[in-house]
């Protein structure tokens, strides 16, 4: 079964800084997809990047990249400058692909703050 | 375009009462989702459904049943509700494994006291 591990339970940050989230998780799989969604507090769950475990470039959404290490299996999330409306909590999450099986593993989450 | 909709949006329970959550999609996608959040504990996936008539279970199934109706609606019922389900719980569907990506609901918030 693979895990999703977030350590850091929240994380604050002033405004126009640059913030890093962590990830890592453990997985016997070669072929996977893995994922940062945000829930603000409205509770909406929103998909903020996706990085296939094949590519080698790192994925990057405008603020929003990643930083996937597939040896050390990491995963960590870097949003650059930082705005009020990215405060919520961010879950890393991994899903093995396979026809008919594509579940989601999700981490404790991150609750991130992003101070005025 | 609605996506994915849950109702209720909130609900309150006593011990032992039961109820059914119903989740419907229009996205026109095969797998469809519940997942519960709990503090502390991310999502959890309680069942999942590849296609229509086919359902499988997740990590924390026990208390719970569902229903793949058709293709659009995935229902989650509660037989003989518990405090520890209190939660919020989600539904999501997915097209499958060209994007991976799984669109959610807006919850629906239980309290069973």
């Known amino acids: 079964a693979q895990t999703v591990t977030q350590s850091q339970p929240e994380m604050s940050v002033q405004e126009a800084e640059t913030v890093t989230l962590s990830c890592t998780y453990d997985t016997s799989e070669s072929n996977y997809y893995l994922f940062w969604y945000k829930q603000p507090p409205s509770r909406q769950m929103i998909l903020v990047i996706r990085q296939e475990a094949y590519k080698q470039q790192n994925a990057t959404e405008n603020r929003f990249s990643v930083n996937f290490q597939k040896a050390a299996k990491s995963f960590s999330l870097k949003i650059s400058d930082s705005q009020l409306g990215d405060t919520a909590m961010y879950f890393c999450a991994f899903m093995k692909l396979g026809f008919g099986n594509e579940k989601l593993t999700f981490g404790t989450g991150t609750r991130l703050t992003i101070i005025p | 375009n609605a996506g994915v909709t849950q109702t209720p949006k909130f609900q309150v329970l006593k011990t032992g009462q039961s109820m059914t959550l119903q989740c419907a999609q229009d996205?026109?996608?095969?797998?469809m989702y519940w997942y519960r959040q709990d503090p502390g504990m991310g999502l959890r996936l309680i069942y999942y459904s590849a296609s229509e008539g086919t359902t499988d279970k997740g990590e924390v199934p026990n208390g719970y049943n569902v229903s793949r109706l058709n293709k659009r609606e995935f229902s989650l019922r509660l037989e003989s509700a518990a405090p520890s389900q209190t939660s919020v719980y989600f539904c999501a569907t997915s097209s499958g494994g060209s994007t991976g990506e799984l669109f959610f609901g807006e919850g629906s918030r239980l309290t069973v006291l």
């Open positions: 996205m026109n996608h095969n797998s």
